[in-house]
Nanobody
Framework: QLQLVESGGGLVQAGGSLRLSCAASSGTLSNYGIAWFREAPGREREFVATINQPGDYTNYARSVKDRFTISRDNAKMTAYLQMASLKPEDTAVYSC?????????????????WGQGTQVTVST
């Protein structure tokens, strides 16, 4: 059973950067497509970015494209979300998710494994 643990969230000023990590504490991360989602208070969970199993294909939500970068290090069993030029509207709980079937899905119900989430707060 794959278990995911996110870290790296925090409080940052607008325009700043953060790097989130998603570590697999069991299972083999390289078998899974990985995605990041976020959920802000009063809003539905939103797709952010996804990466395929080898890490050579990625896809992003329009709202974060050119500001966020998803990556993975399968040897370290960890995926990352590098966030730059952060905006107050990026404030949310960010969760990583793993898909044992493939990769690239933008719907949360396609993912079988989830981390607990990490809070990102961007101040003005």
């Amino acid at each position: 059973q794959l278990q995911l643990v996110e870290s790296g969230g925090g409080l940052v000023q607008a325009g700043g950067s953060l790097r989130l990590s998603c570590a697999a504490s069991s299972g083999t991360l390289s078998n899974y497509g990985i995605a990041w989602f976020r959920e802000a208070p009063g809003r539905e969970r939103e797709f952010v970015a996804t990466i395929n199993q080898p890490g050579d294909y990625t896809n992003y939500a329009r709202s974060v494209k050119d500001r966020f970068t998803i990556s993975r290090d399968n040897a370290k069993m960890t995926a990352y979300l590098q966030m730059a030029s952060l905006k107050p509207e990026d404030t949310a709980v960010y969760s990583c998710a793993a898909d044992e079937v493939g990769w690239g899905a933008k719907l949360a119900n396609r993912y079988q494994h989830w981390g607990q989430g990490t809070q990102v707060t961007v101040s003005t």
